[in-house]
């Protein structure tokens, strides 16, 4: 027998873990933002969200008048039950931050309880309306944790580079920017184009990012399109073992490929790196683009053979304009790969005039330098794929996507 309380306990237990969640995120981006010692206070944020909840599963109000009002309550207790306090700090300091603090707050406990609530009746649930509420909750909860693994980290690693070292001693945990200070901020990055040539080690890693898709593509795409195609003898395992390679780590083959390296001495040579890189990203480009090229229609290119093309003017002028969304993903995907490759770079370069990006990070992994200039060459290494990324993601998606389904 179905209970008359269970959807008032749903809400109830739903609100409560919600207001703790915005709680404590409210209070880390405050604390980030201000510098001060910001405490969260759950117990009080989470009484705040267990009456919300019943608020929300038993008022029935047009859904702007419910948010609002949803919102009003949340923070009005948690204001009233702080002693005026509610995030353990004095109104006097940093009034302003903490009013929006408290804005947000409630808007982020009202708001969300009301779209989760806005069908579910107070008294008897069905299956249907016991899940919806829980998939929603446990929905924005995924998303409020996985945005704090990506933002907080990247947060902290840029705001640190715009301190000075002075700054970092005096308080190593305030995470707050004086914006007074102006293009001072940026002394950090001035200081590591000037003093430790990362001007010259961006445009190594770009050349041999741009190096290495050139050589991937030259080599990956006859490849695909050969076990995509053509029929021969062994295509089919060729074809599902391609990335065996992927199953051996990088860490055993360091060793050999050291050796090897060094009596051809090709060991600290830019030359090394554009041979070994290619051998990382071909197989992946090549099991990528054959889904592709499968998903092609066959009956265009044997059209430009019955028209008298040859086989790698097919390639050219048919198969090669089609694949282009694969193409690009392809290209951002290796360019990616090389750009952050590390291993290698640390392993097979000793010479500051040829690192590579990544390998002119970890050198200011040193107590002797800053730590400022490290979060500053940490930036420098991940801004500018992640603009690339952001600009070329549909076609990334496109690339990843299209030859999936036949037809």
């Known amino acids: 027998m ?23 995120s409210v209070a880390v981006v405050l604390a980030f933002s201000t510098g001060a010692a910001v405490l969260p206070g759950l117990l009080v944020a989470s009484i705040a969200g267990l009456v919300t909840g019943l608020a929300a599963i038993h008022l029935k109000l047009p859904k702007t008048t419910q948010i609002i009002t949803l919102s009003l309550i949340a923070g009005a207790i948690v204001f009233a039950l702080n002693a005026a306090q509610p995030f353990a700090l004095p109104l006097s300091e940093h009034t302003i931050s903490q009013l929006i603090a408290l804005i947000a707050l409630a808007l982020a406990i009202g708001w969300p309880l009301q779209a989760m609530f806005a069908e579910t009746p107070s008294g008897a649930l069905d299956r249907h309306q016991f899940e919806q509420p829980l998939l929603e909750f446990f929905s924005a909860a995924g998303g409020v944790f996985f945005v704090a693994i990506v933002a907080v980290p990247f947060y902290v690693m840029v705001m640190t580079s715009l301190k000075s070292q002075q700054e970092l001693i005096a308080n190593p945990l305030d995470f707050s920017i004086d914006l007074s200070q102006g293009w001072a901020l940026f002394r950090s990055y001035t200081e590591l184009f000037q003093q430790y040539g990362f001007g010259r080690y961006l445009s190594i890693s770009f050349f041999v990012s741009v190096l290495t898709v050139f050589i991937t593509l030259l080599f990956s795409v006859p ?35 050291y050796i090897a390296f060094s009596v051809l001495e090709l060991r600290n040579t830019l030359t090394g790196l554009v041979l070994i890189y290619p051998m990382t990203t071909i197989p992946v480009a090549l099991y990528m683009l054959q889904g592709y090229f499968r998903g092609l229609p066959a009956e265009i290119e044997e059209a430009g053979l019955m028209d008298g093309l040859s086989r790698l003017a ?60 490290l979060m500053a060459g940490s930036v420098l290494a991940t801004v500018p794929v992640m603009v690339i990324f952001l600009g070329l993601e549909r076609f990334m998606t496109q690339g990843l996507t299209a030859g999936s389904v036949k037809g």
């Open 2 to 24: 179905k209970s008359l309380m269970q959807g008032n306990i749903l809400a109830a237990a739903i609100g409560l873990m919600w207001a703790a969640i915005v709680a404590l």
């Open 223 to 257: 490849g695909a399109y050969a076990v995509a195609r053509l029929r021969f003898k062994g295509q089919a395992m060729m074809s599902r073992s391609i990335l065996l390679i992927y199953m051996v780590p990088m860490i055993v083959l360091a060793l050999p490929i």
């Open 314 to 373: 097919v390639i050219r002028k048919i198969t090669l304009p089609l694949s282009l969304p694969a193409l690009a993903s392809v290209s951002l995907y290796v360019f990616m790969i090389a750009w952050n490759e590390f291993l290698l770079a640390f392993m097979l370069l000793d010479d500051p005039k040829i690192f590579t990006l990544t390998r002119g990070v970890s050198m200011l992994n040193s107590s002797e330098i800053p730590r400022q200039h």
